[in-house]
């Protein structure tokens, strides 16, 4: 496998953060225009569809300050190790004052935040309000591809490269390692079936295969995006947890396949999308106009900036 192969539709580590850099240091003046630029664009948009989407990733309502929200102006990058979690949080914080007082819970956030925090992802619990979430570590979860070969000149097979470190994954690979209808394989080192070690695979090599298995870890399934991108189609249970890409309004069998949560089910799940080929079409097709509705950077931009305008807001430190 070629380095060129491997990282293909990767996002530019060098770009992003060169980009990131400049941001950083841009003047607050700057920032000051750019903030109109941005907020002067609700006007060529839906309004009803922006707003639907910051309701959805800010659910705050009235909220206190509490002694875990610091001022904006002490966030500052000091080579922290969640150092993309930092500048892509940046890249909307610097539009608002200084004193505005603001949480971030970084990481792989699967749990429901006591604080009302800026957060990559969350449980998908109809309680939670306090994970505000924002496009964090997008270089590497918002990867897109481009795939040139049709559905149904894939091979009827589910395909399945992951770290498999969670329980869940390693319940799914005792079922279904070796299974004649899937290729799956673990890429990471550890002392758990070093049988099911194998080297990895590019997109395109996933490609070739009509199903991609998408589990999630210790969050969301990070590879999710970009199958839903291809010509493939995403095998999953209902998600438990969910990001900026709303993993808890996507459909089953509309967007992608869904199994039960102990997989008892792949086999007829696979078998009746492989006989019901128009079933399954519709399926890619509905998962390109989901990826599609992320395309639109400026569109992106202006809502998370109002997903934290209404962060302070709901705080009681903007009108």
Known sequence: MSLFGR???????????????????????VCNIYYKRILARLDKYDREYIFDRVNYYNK???????????PLSKFKYTGQRNSAYFFDSYEYTRYFQKNLKMAFSFGDVNWNVETPAITKSRPLDDGNINNVLLN????????FVKDKKKFEAKK????GRCAVWQ?????????????PMCDLGKVNVSDLHPEWLVKRMTYDEHMDYKFILCLEGNDVASNLKWVMSSNSIAVMPKPKYETWYMEGRLIANV???????????????????????????KIVENAHQWVKQF?????EDLISV???????KQTGQLS
């Open 7 to 29: 990282y293909k539709y990767n996002n530019s580590k060098f770009v992003f953060y060169i980009k990131s850099v400049v941001r950083y240091l841009t003047p607050k003046f």
């Open 306 to 312: 109002l997903v934290l305008e209404k962060y302070f």
């Open 60 to 70: 705050l309502g009235v909220a206190k300050i509490d002694g875990n929200m610091k």
């Open 136 to 143: 964090l570590d997008k270089s590497h979860h918002f990867v």
């Open 167 to 179: 329980a869940n994954r390693a319940i799914f690979y005792e079922k279904y390692f070796g299974h």
């Open 255 to 281: 967007h992608y396949i869904e199994i039960k949560q102990d997989y008892s089910d792949l086999q007829e799940r696979l078998e009746y999308y492989m006989r019901n080929t128009s079933e399954a079409i």
């Open 295 to 299: 395309k639109d950077k400026k569109r």
């Open 156 to 159: 009827n097979m589910l395909v």
